[in-house]
Structure formats: C-alpha cells, structure tokens
C-alpha cells in the first residue's frame, strides 16, 4: 500500500509537468493507445506539411496519365483527370485535420458552457436547457447536418461551427452529468461558504475538476467529426470541389471510374478508416487513464 | 404501469414541441435566402414576384405567426405541397416511409443477430483470444464508414467477378424475392455497423452481470454453465440492450440515407437528399419534422417496454 501511495505521490509531483506525465503514461500502460497517438501524430505531420511531402499539386491534372494504376511516379495511381490520388490524399489529410480539430474544440467548448451552465445553475435554467439537448438529439445527427448545409449552403467555415454545434450541444449531456458530481463535493460547499462567487467557483474549482471529462469529450469528437465531415462530402455537401476531401474522393464523378481504376475506391477510405480507428483507441486509453467512470461511453 | 405510461406521455410534450421549433427555425430563420435561391433557379429576380413568391410561403407575416399556422397544419396532417412536383409532401412521405422502415427493420436484424451472442461470447470468454477478435471486429467497424464499406461493395465484386448488387427497386408486396435481392446488401452492411456499438454494450452489460451475487449464488447451488448464463444473466443483461436499440434509432436512420444514396433506395432518406439538391424545402422540413417524431416514438415504445420489462423502473 505504502509503495502505491509513495508512486502516486510521486506521480502527482513529478517535475516533468502533468501533459508530459501523461504522454508516458499512455505509452506505459496503453501500448494500443499509445499505438493510435502515434498514427493520430502522424497524420497530423502529413497534413502540416502536405505542402512539401505531395509529390505533385492536388489539382495538376494530366490527361495523358488518367487512370494510371500505382506506380513508382504516382504510388496511389491517378484519377480520372489524372491528378496525382497520394497527393490529394495528403492535401485532404490537411483538411480532415482541420474540420477535426478546430470542429471538436468548438464542440468541446460549447458542451462545456452548456454543461456547466446546466449542471451547476440547477432550476429553469436546466431545465430548459435540458429539453432543448432533448429535442436537439432527437434529430439524426446526419439529418440535422444535412438540413443545415441545405440552407447556408456547404463551405468549410460552415461545415465546423455545424459539426461544432451539432457535436457540443450532443456532448454538453456529459459535462453536465460531470458537473453535478463535483458540485455536490466538500470543497465546492466551502468555497460556497467563503463567499465566494460563482464564477470564481466555476473556474477555479468546477473546471479543472471536470478537466478529464472535457479532454476525452474532445479525443472522440476529433474521430466523430472526421468522420461526419466525410459523410457530408461523400453526399456532396461537405467543403466544395475542386478542394480534395477523402469523403469527397469516394463519391461524385469520381465514382464511375472505379470500376476502370478500383484503386480510387481504396485509399480516401483506408485513410479515413485508419485515422479514425487510431483516434478511437487513442481516445479510449486516455478515458481508461483519465476517467475509468466513462468506460462505454461510445 | 398506467401512471407510468401517463408520465412517460406527458414528457413527450415538451420534447415535442422543441422538435416543432426546431424543424420550424432551421428552414424558416433565414427566408431571405430560401426565396432568393427559389427565384435564381428560376431566372426571376424582379421585387414584385419576390413579394408573390413570400406570399405564397407564408413568408410574409410575422415569425411567430408563420410557426403558428405551420403547427396548425402540421397537426392536421398538412406539411405542405413539394415546390417542383406539386403533389403533398404527406402522400410522398406515406410512399417512402415503408421502405425506409423495411431497410431499418432488416438492419436491426443483422446488427442483433450478430452483436448479441459474440457480445455474450466476449463477456464469457473475457480477455481469451476470442474476446480480442471480437472487440477489434467491433472497433474496426466503428471506424469504418458505412459509405465507403458500400463503395467498396459496389465497385470490387463488379470488377472481380462481374457481379453488382441489384439497383433497382420493387416493392416486398409485389416482388418479395427481387425486393430482398435489393434489400439485403445494404441491410447487412448497415447492421454490421450497428453492430458494433450493440456488441461493446452487450460485452459490458454481461461482464457487469456476471459479477453480481445471484449468479454465485446460481452457480453454488449447483446449476451448469449455460444454465447460469441463459436463465439467469441474460434475462437481466440484455433488458439495457432494449434501451440500445432505441438509442441507435437515430444512427440507423442516418446510416439509411447512406445507403438509400448508394443503393437507389427510394426511402426517406433519398427523399430528403433529393429535396435538399433541389431545394423543395416544404419536402426537406416534412422529413426533418417526421424523422424526429419517429425517433421520439420509437423511444417512447423502447422506454414503455422497459418499464414492463423491468419492475424496477415502473416504480420510480
């Protein structure tokens, strides 16, 4: 018992800072975890620096080489305008990475003032604040997407503040659950007692107390959001041609050339199932690590 | 159970009335936009027809006027007429809910049959060679996207061995071979990735179940291994997995229009696809209104046959 508690002492105090800390314990514990990291952070260097790894531009065409199968100048092939598949993956790389994270720290921000809004105000203010997440996840998240892009139209901005929206007001049901756990501690009623103020309560005390809900929230939105922003570009409403998306790859004109060049059905998916699955078990770790309460969340 | 199903009822009101705003705001918020894009499509662009056309939608009285008259109509059963085709959006909806329901019903059934006993295998078998298997199956499924596993369907039996799946629909009734033949690819691909979630909930829920006493108990006094996991864990561990099912409603409508796409699938969720392009927005907000009363029904059934499953919750 004393070597557990003097280990978490030491934990808890180490002078390498709580993000290093944690990075090691994912490698330490979680090897798959760490495994999914690793693909997560690679995806990510390939969508930084897409600029210099494409061997070619995302939008060269060459007609001479349509439908080239994979070779050594064009390891993916070609499609049906002949533009290089590995370079349009990279640069979609760029732009899943993109809607992933800038559309689930919206979403993680708005499930954060919602719930903690809902969850530490109780009364009215939950209370409706909770019927609207009622009616809100009522709506097949697709369906809502669809509906929305309908009317103001696809375009990248648009696309993250909707999956943001769509995803936060979702996620806020946890944070709120989060936050009625930690209201009810010791601590939160002696602050109270003080006289402190609320909105000191709720970021000096509430907020890094939910700290590791909100952090796995935002690991599997990252996966969640890649995976709608595909969707809706496979449907032809996500960001707009000629911009490359994996989603967008796999549908449109692109689609009747499969059957001549099948490998154009191959990489966009792989890529995004990879990314995906990578991000999954990365977030499952960290939720094992950081909140065993969350088990079966997804 | 009468005052349960009361409450559960009156719950629903609330629920309802948001979904009414909901479906209400995203169309109408911004009608500037939704008469613009109907006159551009038409090369008309002058004040007067701008002023007929918001006229003719309704578009020119107060908000909360127009949300007014359109619950009115929509509580009488009107959703309007479709801009392009004139005939009632409730007459196209009664046509194209069926075969979204026929895909949903054939794709809960896959997701089940196949989640259900390797969920049960799993959790029996926890942290065996199996369990791995299976839990790997259920999280590569969760990353897959439903559209590419299609593609995928679509695009390598055609170039292998000359096979496609069929394409074109007929109606159960008419047809029920051709139907199935149409039916039964998109289902199975669309309950594999259901199944995923079903699977990792059913695995928790036994794991959860095995653990408690009466099992020991069940096992003490001498009962057989099957006996004990059949008669007495099941029938507790998968009454959570009636509540799943009503939870993944949503997903399996959204995975429908993927498939609908796909497929040729003359549901529901083509039909919104085909109102959004053509943006027939009496069509796209009758949809949107029916897919959310739909899932708040199915979850009403879900939750009464909970409370009937399970005594627990009728008296809470």
Redesign the interface.
Known sequence: MSTTASEHIARTFSSRGPLVDLIVRVFREKPLGAAGGTICVAFLFCGIFANLLAPHGANDTNVLNRLAPPSVEYPMGTDHVGRDVLSRILFGAQLSMVVGFAAAALATLVSVVLGVLSGYLKGWPDMIIQ??V???????????L???????GPGLPQIIIILGLQYGIAGSRIVRGAVISVREHMYIHAAQSIGAGTRHILIRHVLPNIMPVVIVLFTTRV?AVI?AE??LS????GVPPPQPTW?GM??GSG?DY??VG?WL?LA??LC???V??AV??FGDALRDLLDPRM??L? | MQDFVLRRLLALVPTLLFVSIIVFCSIRLIPGDVVDLMLSQNDISTGQDRAQVEAALGLDKPLLIQYFHWLGDACRGDLGRSLWRNTKVTEQLAARLPVTFELGFLALVVALTVAIPIGIYSAIRQDTLGDYAARSFSLVMLAIPGFWLGTLVMVFPAVWWRWAPAIEYTPFFEMPVQNLKHMLVPAILLGLSLSATTMRMTRTMMLDVMRQDYIRTARAKGAGEIRVVIHHALRNGLIPIVTLVGLQAPMLIGGAVIMEQIFVIPGIGLMLLEGVFQRDYPVVSGVFLVVGIGVLVINLIVDLSYGWLDPKVRHT
């Open positions: 019927r609207i009622d009616a809100w996840m009522t709506f097949p998240g697709l369906v809502l669809i509906v929305v892009i309908s009317i103001v996966g995976l595909a969707g496979f449907l032809g409403l989603g796999l549908a689609r499969m059957y099948p059905a966009p998916g995004l199932a990879v995906v699955f999954n078990i088990r079966g997804r």
